[in-house]
Structures are given as C-alpha cells and as structure tokens.
C-alpha cells in the first residue's frame, strides 16, 4: 500500500527529533483511524501459537517488544500492535515534568544505520504519564513502565524517587524497569554500584509484587556489570535487560562527544554483554536483550543465546512499521528449519 521508502526519504528531511515528533503525532492518530488502523494490525501483528510465552505470568503474544525512549510519555500504546510489537515499554519517566537536555540532542548516522541521543530524560513527568497510562491499561499487549530520577536529583535521595515511581506505576504497568544506565542524566550511571542496587532491590520487593527489571549500559567492564547483575538479582530484581545506549564514540566516525550511540553501531558490543550475562544468569533470572536489533536473524541470535525476549527503537526508524512483522516472520522461518516447535525451545539454545 505505502513504501516506507519513500516515507522515510520525506522523514529524513526533518530534524530527527522533528521526525520523531511527526511519528508521534501519526501514532497517537492512529487508532482513531479505526479502519487502516485494523489493516495495519491485520498486517503486521503476527498471530502464530509458537511465538506465545508466559513470563511471571504474563502473556507476551511475540517475543519483539518496543524498547524505551520511543513512548516517553505513554501516548502511543494503542497504536504498538499496528506496528507488530509483543510488548511495549513507555518511560523512561522521572517523578517530575522534565525538560530534558538542550537541543539538537538526536543524531542520525544513515549510512551505519545508528542514532546518537541526548535527550537526557525529556517527559512530561509521573502524574502526567500516569493519566495517560489509565486510559489504556491494562492492554491486549503487556506494557512495561521504565523509571528514572530527576535530573535535580541528588544521589542521596535517589532511591525516593525510585520509590514514589514504583507506587505510582505498579498498579498500572505490567512490569516495572530501573533505568540507571542512561548516559544523559549527569552522575546517574554511578548508581550502578552494588550498594545503591541491593538498597533498590530490596525497598522495590517491599513495595510491589510486579516484576522489576534493571536495565544496564554496555559500557562497564564485563566482569563488573555481570557481577552488578547477580548482586540486582540477589537482591530482588526479576530480570536484567541489556543494554542501554553506548559512549563508545569511537564505534561512529565523527560521532557527537556526548550522548548515547544506538542502533547497528551498536549491535556487537551489546550481543557480547549480554551474552556475558547470559553465561552467568541464563536459567537464574530472565534476560532481555536490546541493541542493535534489526532483523530476524540477529534477533534469533539473541534468543539462542539466552534472550526470552528482545526490544527494538533504533532499527524501526531505519527499516519502518514492518520491521516487527519481519522480525517475527524470520524467527518462524528459522524455527522451522531448526525443528523448534514452541519459542521457548528456542531461548537459551545455545547454552544448553
Ligand atoms: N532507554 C531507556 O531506558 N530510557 C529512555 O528514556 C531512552 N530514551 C532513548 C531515546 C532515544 C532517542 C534512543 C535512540 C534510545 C533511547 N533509549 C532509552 C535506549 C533504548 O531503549 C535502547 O536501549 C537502545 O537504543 C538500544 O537499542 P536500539 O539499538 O534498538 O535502539
């Protein structure tokens, strides 16, 4: 019907930010559109029994969810199942309206596929974000809500702001995600320390029987996040999910000297994390991999190697609404022709 070709050259006129805005716009749209809106989910959101799991109880449909940063604000949910997704997660929000960071603060690099962000926690802040969400939940789709602290914030008082999130959205969310591994909040990638994530952990066990994930960066010495992943997960956290943005600038020529690398540039170094983590913690907890996903044959690669489910921004701005559905169709395909009969034979393959 429409080539996201020929959308995308248009798209790409705009400031990506701009771009990302239009998309926005189009998305929260959508669904008043009930009829292209009922073609595209026709389309693209892949029924198929073999791609069903249930992790802590929930229901994910296909194991390719949104990953954060895309919805910041929870006004595109109804839309995510249009675009293919199993799941979506929204946020991250801080407990306060936020500005974010000066612009221009998003980067495309087209011919390495990869983005560059800074926007450094833009949103609309919790009580906002909230209303929105009680429109929508709970959804057809599970919907995680990925927290962070203000910018203002001072590490002693973190955990506050930790807390005030998880009781505003544990109600409301399907699963909850401490993000302390965004580069854009000064200091905020110090909270990953083993102190400050046993105190999280075990106040968050206190506060809401929801599944609590902790999201990591790529950038921390391999043996020291996954020694940070077991300590989370000793302390309470349901599962990690890996990774976040990069500040190894050297992975893009020319590249920005702040904010977070994200997309194919970033796809060896968070395959190697996670499957650090995945040696350690695959069978233990549950993993979710993010980054640098784009296609069906890495997105199998990330489930072989211990991923029950995997997340997605960067490489839909480059391949478009289809990306999910051809994610999905893939992974079938390729289970097909390895004999696998159910996704979750598929999880953690590799390892076994
Ligand atoms: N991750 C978060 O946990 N919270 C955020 O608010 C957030 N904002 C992002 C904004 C932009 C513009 C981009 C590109 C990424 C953002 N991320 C955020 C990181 C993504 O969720 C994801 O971990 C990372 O981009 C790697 O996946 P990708 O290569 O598929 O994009």
Redesign the pocket.
């Given at each position: 019907m429409f080539s996201y070709k020929t959308l995308k050259k248009g798209l790409f006129l705009f400031h990506p930010e701009t771009a990302?805005n239009l998309a926005e716009t189009a998305l929260r749209l959508l669904p008043k559109c009930r009829l292209l809106n009922n073609y595209l989910v026709n389309r693209n959101f892949i029924m198929d029994p073999k791609l069903n799991q249930e992790i802590y109880g929930i229901k994910f449909p296909n194991p390719v969810g949104l990953?954060?940063?895309?919805d910041?604000n929870a006004t595109m949910i109804k839309s995510m199942m249009a675009l293919g997704f199993g799941f979506t997660e929204i946020?991250?929000m801080t407990p306060r309206p936020q500005d974010g960071n000066p612009k221009p603060r998003?980067f495309r690099y087209p011919k390495l596929n990869s983005?560059q962000?800074a926007?450094g926690?833009n949103n609309k802040g919790s009580s906002q974000v909230l209303m929105n969400l009680k429109k929508v939940y709970p959804f057809s789709i599970p919907i995680g809500a990925?927290i962070?602290k203000n910018k203002t914030t001072s590490e002693e008082f973190a955990l506050q702001d930790y807390k005030i999130l998880i009781r505003k959205f544990e109600s409301f969310s399907d699963y909850l995600?401490i993000?302390i591994?965004?580069p854009n909040t000064p200091n905020l990638r110090d909270l990953q320390n083993e102190k400050f994530i046993t105190e999280l952990f075990s106040m968050a066990k206190e506060l809401t029987s929801k599944p609590i994930f902790l999201?990591i960066a790529p950038d921390m010495e391999t043996n020291a996040a996954v020694e940070l992943c077991k300590t989370a997960v000793e302390a309470g956290a349901s599962g990690i999910i890996a990774?976040?943005?990069t500040i190894d600038y050297s992975l893009v020529p020319n590249a920005q000297d702040f904010g977070?690398l994200?997309?194919a540039c970033?796809k060896e170094k968070?395959y190697e994390m996670f499957k650090a983590i995945a040696k350690e913690l695959y069978g233990k907890t549950v993993l979710i991999s993010?980054?640098?996903?784009?296609d069906a044959d890495e997105a199998y690669k990330r489930l072989k190697a211990g991923a029950s489910l995997i997340?997605?921004?960067?490489?839909m701005i480059f391949e478009g609404p289809s990306m999910v559905k051809n994610i999905n169709e893939g992974v079938l395909e390729l289970m097909k022709k390895e004999g696998f009969n159910n996704i979750s034979e598929v999880i953690g393959s590799d390892l076994k």
């Open positions: 990302h990953a954060a940063g895309f910041k946020g991250t998003m983005v962000n926007m926690f990925n962070g995600v993000n591994s965004s999201k990774t976040n943005t977070g994200s997309g970033l968070s993010v980054g640098g996903i784009s997340q997605a921004y960067t490489g």
